[in-house]
Nanobody, 125 residues
Framework: VQLQASGGGLVQPGGSLRLSCAAS????????IAWFRQAPGKEREGVSC????????WIADSVKGRSTISRDNAKNTVYLQMSGLKPEDTAVYYC???????????????????WGQGTQVTVSS
């Protein structure tokens, strides 16, 4: 099982990015995939989630209205489309998966089974 996060980069404030989380070794549409981010000196923060088990999704208030999570089952990939980016969105973004059932998008952080390697998002002029 592997998760490959990509799509980060340097973007100006107000810009957009699409982060990708490509899964291998399992079929992600059955399971929960979440995005987290961690900025230097800050706690890891949940950003968004999509659940295959119950079809639910969740977006953090910090990015609500500016971000959309989606899934392409044919490509076994989850996307996080982010727009209206702000300097405070600067962080390393990680995707993670929980291969169990029953939590939907409320999986305790410590229960996630696999994590991607992270992709850096830097918002700066």
């Amino acid at each position: 099982v592997q998760l490959q996060a990509s799509g980060g980069g340097l973007v100006q404030p107000g810009g957009s990015l699409r982060l990708s989380c490509a899964a291998s070794g399992f079929t992600l549409d059955y399971y929960t995939i979440a995005w987290f981010r961690q900025a230097p000196g800050k706690e890891r923060e949940g950003v968004s989630c999509i659940s295959g088990s119950d079809g639910s999704s969740w977006i953090a208030d910090s990015v609500k209205g500016r971000s959309t999570i989606s899934r392409d089952n044919a490509k076994n990939t989850v996307y996080l489309q982010m727009s209206g980016l702000k300097p405070e969105d600067t962080a390393v973004y990680y995707c993670a998966t929980y291969l169990g059932a029953g939590y939907g998008c409320y999986v305790p952080v410590g229960q996630y089974d696999y994590w991607g390697q992270g992709t850096q998002v830097t918002v700066s002029s």
